[in-house]
């Protein structure tokens, strides 16, 4: 494992990288051997975990991202996920009828949500509100991040190319 760490650190990956790798390798093992695949798991040494990286977006940056994303409901999921700092599959899965426009809040939870990713009920601001509103008026299915008619799973790719254009 240590051989490995250095071996892909030489590579030019990060630590991080190599720290998700072997713990991959870990769980892949102990799942085997739970399964009775195999008939014990070898000790998979990590390095320590990196600190998480920290970066905030300056008001700028966001009206930047936000009118780099082309399409409506990209540029919803961004204002979304700017108001609420929720995940991105919460957001995904979040129906109209959690959102409370008299409250002025969205909530995130739904009823079968992950018990280790626990979610929020989130106030939301005046501008994040309008947004919803004006959505709202175009919907033609119950999730408010929606496209031709149909609920999104994912937005990785329009999202990338929004923040590559944002800058």
């Known amino acids: 494992c240590r051989q490995f ?3 892909r650190k030489r590579a030019g990956r990060a630590i991080g990288t190599v720290w998700t790798d072997l713990s991959v390798l870990r769980a892949s093992l102990n799942w085997g051997r739970k399964s009775k695949l195999i008939p014990a798991a070898p000790f998979i040494w990590l390095p320590a975990q990196p600190a998480p990286r920290e970066r ?17 409901h990209i540029r919803l ?19 109209w009828a959690r959102v409370d426009f008299d409250r002025r ?5 739904t009823a ?5 990713k626990r979610r929020a009920i989130v106030p939301i601001n005046a501008t994040l509100v309008a947004a919803l509103r004006e959505a709202k008026k175009g919907a033609l299915t119950p999730y ?9 799973k994912t937005v ?3 999202f990338a190319r929004a923040a ?3 800058g």
């Open 156 to 158: 990785k790719r329009a």
């Open 56 to 72: 905030h977006l300056i008001r700028s940056e966001a009206e930047s991202l936000i009118g780099g994303a082309h399409a409506d």
């Open 5 to 7: 760490q250095t071996d």
């Open 77 to 95: 999921f961004i204002r979304l996920s700017l108001g609420t700092a929720g995940r991105a599959t919460a957001l995904l899965e979040l129906e």
């Open 144 to 152: 408010v991040i929606e496209w031709a008619g149909k609920r999104l």
């Open 164 to 166: 590559q254009r944002a």
């Open 112 to 116: 079968e949500a992950n018990k280790t």
């Open 105 to 109: 809040v969205v909530d995130l939870r």
